[in-house]
């Protein structure tokens, strides 16, 4: 089977789990300090975490501005505090992780170290907390899932989800790049991080859906998305509106003549 074509065949099974049982999966996204403009060593720190639940839209989120309301920390003090209101950040997320044991969680290249569900646990862990675990197989790189449907251009450039968003015509007001949430940390806008955090979630629960529906614009050619093997054009082809109705008119056609055939 070309490799491609498995590629992709998986891919659309595994879009094709969640539009069936969308109240199964759960979106996460976050914002953190720029590990570019860090050289002590350390991880960068975390400022904000948003949950969607895909089905009902509800979200969940967790950041340090929100902790330092609670604390009575006024916004302008909240660096001397960072340590102890980012811990108590990640309590209310692994709370609520723990209590979340049925659902699949969707991300966008939340996979290592430096940005990651492992990023996370290290934090927590540097802040003497003992991370609740999300185990491997409940965990989908949306971004890879739609690398592997579409192909490597899909979105038609980097950043993938930026052009993703334009190429479907789809809002992305507060959204900040990386260098943008890198200057935002550093200025202390946290409120602005979160916004961010909060508008990409909803993004990227969009990309999710249109996906699933099938609706999704790309950049992507039909062979960058099936490849070249005969079973893969022929995948091609049953995608394609028409090809249903010619294939019905052919076998009507067809079971004209065996009518007529077997009528001698």
């Known amino acids: 089977m070309d490799v491609r074509y498995k590629r992709h065949k998986q891919a659309r099974k595994t879009l094709k789990e969640i539009e069936e049982s969308p109240r199964d999966y759960l979106v996460i996204h976050y914002s953190c300090e720029s590990f570019y403009d860090i050289h ?21 989120s967790f950041s340090i501005h929100k902790i330092a309301e609670k604390q009575g920390v006024p916004l302008d003090v909240i660096n001397g505090k960072y340590d102890e209101l980012e811990k108590a950040m990640l309590d209310e997320l692994m709370d609520f992780i723990q209590k ?6 969707v991300h966008w290249n939340m996979r290592d170290i430096n940005y990651g569900f492992p990023a996370i646990y290290h934090r927590y862990e540097v802040l003497n907390g003992t991370p609740c675990k ?27 989800m930026q052009k993703l968003l334009e190429l479907n ?3 992305h007001r507060e959204l900040l790049s990386g260098k943008g949430e890198a200057v935002a940390f550093s200025a202390h806008e946290y409120v602005k991080l979160h916004q961010s955090t909060l ?5 990227i629960s969009n990309i999710v859906t249109m996906a699933c ?21 022929y995948e091609m082809l049953r995608d394609r509106w028409w090809f249903a109705i010619l294939a019905f008119m052919l076998g009507v056609v067809a079971g004209l003549v065996l009518e007529k055939a077997w009528s001698f």
């Open 40 to 60: 002590d060593g350390r991880t960068p720190r975390i400022t904000s975490i948003a949950v969607r639940e895909l089905d009902s839209g509800q979200t969940h």
């Open 100 to 105: 979340s044991t049925k659902f699949k969680w």
């Open 134 to 160: 999300i185990d491997d197989s409940r965990l989908i790189d949306i971004a890879r899932v739609l690398k592997d449907c579409y192909g490597e251009g899909y979105a038609g450039g980097h950043p993938r």
């Open 169 to 171: 015509d789809m809002s």
């Open 199 to 203: 508008r990409k979630v909803n993004e």
């Open 213 to 233: 529906e099938n609706k999704l614009k790309t950049a992507s050619s039909l062979i960058e998305i099936y490849g070249w093997s005969p079973q893969s054009l």
